[in-house]
């Protein structure tokens, strides 16, 4: 399309680098020299320098075959007298940025067709980013009683691998709030429908009313519930290293766990890895094993392993290998450091703990024994 923009400030050249971008022919008319070159140099679209309001002005830039003119002038007054220009000249459809909502009759009685209303829109974005911190982007849409807005599947999310229609025909989801498209890591955008599956990472597109917005965000991104969390803050209780911390503490550890499911055979790390996480056996059983497979221990429920890697940087001194089906607890290093290093007590009294651990440890010998609380991993 044949698009005149009037104005080449930080907006109108904005509008201009997307447009031409997307093979649009594109004319810039602005009255500062230096910012004609300057788009021209920068962007390549074809300025001329002049007032947009000058009608012979508009007619060198090409206004009669136009389809489109943007009005996006420093003030009002200047974008309301470049649409009667426009209307009185050409047939294009009319655009403007307006900065005062007070001029919208005046811009409607001139024939304008898109009014984008500056603070109304920076407004509404703001007001949901702060709102909702997991919506990714947002747009306001009839004068902001609707959201545009994406989101990203989380991995924990109850929706990931749930279709849309399954999503829609839960009570709890808004009836005013519709699926537009679904993108993937890679970018690549679908228009989903009812047999479409939201996958963990994928970001997902909606129209909701802004009144039913919370509702939409909750429900889409809601994690399970777990049941576990109390159960495994009784099992961080009887790890020696951790009796410094309280009982808050010991919550906060256990509410940030990552629960993961190892079928009998799966590895869950090798000997030399890095040591980003210390696990705790909900069930089931879990060998540690030296060089050339050797079991060194077995690690029964309420056991736990992996601790010496996480607190000392060091690489793993061992593999571990699921013995059966089992559930673990993994508690990762920042989750894990960010309770410990807020309180520098807990922290030096769980450094002589370990110290006391090592030292142990370094009498021991290879051979298999029954769990002590005591043996490096």
């Not at 996006?72 to 459809?93: K, Y």
């Not at 993108?183 to 009313?209: K, S």
Request: glycine share 10%.
């Amino acid at each position: 399309m044949k698009i005149i923009i009037a104005g080449g400030g930080r907006v109108g050249g904005a509008l201009a680098a997307r447009l031409v971008a997307e093979q649009h022919q594109v004319t810039v008319v602005e009255r500062d020299q230096n910012t004609c070159h300057r788009l021209f140099e920068d962007i390549g679209v074809v300025t001329v320098c002049g007032d947009a309001n000058d009608p012979w002005v508009l007619e060198s830039a090409g206004i009669h075959g136009a389809d489109i003119a943007a009005g996006v002038l420093a003030r009002d007054a200047e974008n309301l007298a470049f649409a009667t220009l426009v209307r009185s000249m050409s047939s294009a459809r009319v655009m403007v940025r307006m900065l005062d909502s007070r001029y919208r009759p005046a811009y409607r009685l001139a024939g304008v067709s898109e009014l984008v209303e500056e603070a109304e829109v920076v407004v509404a974005k703001m007001t949901t980013a702060i709102d909702f911190p997991q919506v990714a982007g947002s747009l306001p849409l009839a004068a902001g009683t609707a959201i545009l807005f994406e989101l990203e599947v989380s991995t924990k999310a109850l929706v990931a691998g749930r279709t849309v229609a399954q999503v829609r025909a839960s009570p709890e989801f808004p009836r005013e709030c519709v699926f537009i498209g679904i993108v993937d890591p890679e970018g690549r955008i679908t228009l989903p429908d009812g047999n479409t599956v939201l996958r963990a990472g994928h970001t997902i597109i909606l129209v909701a009313r802004r009144a039913e917005l919370a509702r939409a965000v909750e429900f889409l991104t809601a994690e399970p519930q777990r049941q576990a969390d109390s159960p495994l803050a009784e099992m961080l209780r009887k790890v020696d290293f951790l009796v410094p911390l309280n009982d808050e503490q010991l919550t906060t550890v256990a509410r940030g766990a990552d629960y993961q499911r190892k079928e009998t055979g799966e590895t869950i790390f090798k000997k030399g890895d890095a040591g980003e996480a210390f696990y705790v056996v909900v069930s089931g059983e879990v060998n540690l094993l030296a060089e050339g497979g050797r079991l060194v221990e077995v690690v029964k429920p309420g056991g736990f392993f992996g601790e010496i890697a996480l607190l000392t940087g060091e690489p793993r001194a061992t593999s571990a290998m699921a013995a059966t089906a089992c559930e673990l607890a993994a508690v990762g290093r920042e989750d894990f450091r960010g309770v410990v290093m807020a309180n520098p007590a807990v922290a030096l009294e769980m450094s002589r703990i370990l110290g006391q651990r090592l030292a142990k440890m370094a009498q021991q010998d290879r051979a298999p024994q029954k769990r002590k609380g005591l043996f490096g991993r």
